[in-house]
């Protein structure tokens, strides 16, 4: 009942997740921590930190490990765990892959209907404005630090943040490169 409980949560948190991993991890939260108690607030936190330090989507990552740890929670069976995990992370990518393929085979029908070009046209700004608000989301005090606290933390940030934008935008440093170069100069410069 449990695998079917998560399969069922995490595709409805698949099939109405919207504005990418980022936007996913409210709806996980709730649905892990407040309405099925699979986890504390302080172990799903644990989770959202240890996605992001690894390579994937964060939403998908967070479905793994939020499968993992909610069937050890119930069960303390790491086989059954792992099999959490890959439920979980299947429900999350299902509704997806199924939107998709749909998707596609409805737009190479009507890919050049009036219509469809002018909602594309509409989307493109919804899409930017949805970027925008995670990239200012993560504006905060605990990635730039506080002026009033530590001023050489606060403008040696901003200056690696800008030093980014403008070598990756005008440039055109390879983000991977560029990325890099960030690590090494917060590495010099903040400790």
């Keep these: 009942m449990l695998f079917l409980t998560l399969f069922y949560t995490f595709f409805l948190i698949g099939l109405f997740g919207f504005g990418g991993g980022y936007g996913m991890l409210s709806l996980i ?4 921590v407040i309405n099925h108690h699979w986890m504390s607030s ?14 994937g989507p ?13 069937v050890m929670n119930q069960t303390g069976n790491y086989l059954l765990s792992i ?10 990518v299902l509704p997806s892959f199924i939107l998709m393929m749909l998707i596609s ?4 029908k009507y890919m050049e209907n ?23 989301m993560l504006c ?5 630090g506080n002026p009033i606290d530590n001023r050489w933390t606060f403008y ?14 005008f440039v055109r440093v390879h983000p991977i490169a560029m990325l890099a170069h960030a690590a090494f100069a917060g590495l010099l410069l903040l400790y």
Excluded: W
């Design 156 to 169: 040696i940030s901003i200056f690696i943040f800008l030093a980014t934008f403008i070598g990756v935008k």
């Design 83 to 92: 099999l959490g995990s890959i439920t979980s992370t299947f429900a999350l």
């Design 29 to 32: 939260q709730h649905e892990v």
């Design 105 to 108: 085979m409805l737009f190479l």
């Design 114 to 136: 009036h219509y469809v070009k002018m909602i594309f046209a509409g989307l493109r700004p919804a899409v930017v404005g949805l970027l925008a608000a995670a990239a200012l």
């Design 140 to 144: 905060t005090e605990d990635n730039f």
């Design 42 to 55: 302080a172990e799903f936190t644990n989770i959202v930190a240890i996605s992001q330090m690894t390579p």
């Design 58 to 70: 964060i939403g998908i990552n967070s479905a793994t490990y939020c499968g993992y740890t909610a």
